[in-house]
């Protein structure tokens, strides 16, 4: 597994799963929440949900499977 870090940003809001595709955009919406579903997305060590609202300054932690890693050369 790859593991992606990502830092909300002072103006960032709205859903986690929409501001994540944003910050993401190799990787689908749809992607991102079977992602969370899985528990592969965490903030703080702990699951989040997809509902959840984006808290500036949290930052939200990604475990790629590696099947979702795109090697380009």
Avoid at 6 to 27: E, I, K, V
Avoid at 48 to 63: E, F, L, S
Wanted: charged content about 20%; glycine content about 10%; proline content about 7%.
């Amino acid at each position: 597994m790859e593991r992606l870090e990502l830092t909300a940003a002072p103006g960032d809001s709205g859903r986690l799963d929409a501001w994540l595709a944003g910050q993401c955009p190799t990787l689908s919406r749809s992607a991102l929440q079977n992602l969370i579903e899985q528990g592969l997305v965490t903030c703080g060590g702990a699951p989040v949900n997809k509902k959840d609202k984006v808290v500036p300054g949290k930052v939200y932690a990604i475990d790629l499977p590696l099947s979702l890693i795109h090697i380009s050369e």
